[in-house]
């Protein structure tokens, strides 16, 4: 018995037709015919009745069709896994990660994933959660790395972390000394942030809105290192992430009392898309090195 008989077989059982499983098949009426009278011999029993116009099991026909597809599955499971062997070995991962890549746990967590996997060739890319979106919708990016929500819903994510902010100030600040101060002392405060299109910035102005808290604005700027370079040699603070101010060198971060002002990194996938082997380890071990106790 050949696997192909098991599809052949198969493909009248679904069809109900000879005529119709050949053409599906695209294999003659007569050498369909004759496989399945191979099959019938090697069985010693027959598989199809003739009923009018249709062709239905018998039911030894029946009980072979259920295991049938078993077999099939199985077979095409292990096809389907000597394939994703095959990308881990030649494949390639398509990365998106958000702009605070360098001072996150992702460069330590895809470097091992480099040295485990050699043959898989890694592209990253740094992007705002827009173009991030973007690629995985047009088939640009395997995964990406972000700050949920995602604004399409063409987009499914998964919570990583919780990330609060804190503010950042330089030495010359007067609060340099401190470790924690009220949410409201920021009303009136010298502040350089974010450009406005940037969704962190959003979530700050709005939540400051909701608490009546309003900072003096003084500079707004489009990349992290612009900004923690102003706060480093002036007397202006700025908002962000907790982790990304850790060990910077020249700033202090000092917490803020109400941890409601925070971010959630999620990993980002294409609702529906097939997600290949490489993609799903990375995301294996990026979950595994952002775990509570890791």
Known sequence: MELRHLRYFLA???????TRAAAKLRVTQPTLSHQIKQLEQEIGAPLFDRVGLRTCLTSQGKVLKTYA????????????????????IHGHLRVGVFNSFSSSLLPTTLAQFIQNYPGVHVVLRQQSRVDMEQGLINGDLDL????????????VWE???????????GKRHPWSGRKRINLSELHGQPMVLQTPEHPSRQMIDKYLQSKKIVPRVLAEMNSNEAVLATVRCSTLATLLSARVLAGVPGL?????????????????????????AAARLAAEMIRAAYAPGA
């Open 69 to 88: 597809e078993q077999a099939i599955n199985v077979i095409e499971s292990g096809l389907t896994a000597i394939a994703e062997l095959d990308g881990l």
């Open 252 to 276: 202090h971060a000092v917490h803020l009392s109400e941890r409601a002002l925070s971010r959630t990194a999620a990993i980002f996938w294409h609702r529906g898309s097939y997600r290949p």
């Open 159 to 169: 919570t990583l972390f919780t990330d609060p902010m804190a503010l950042a100030v």
């Open 144 to 155: 990406a790395i972000g700050y949920a929500p995602a604004a399409s819903d063409n987009i």
């Open 12 to 18: 009248i059982a679904e069809t109900s037709s000879f």
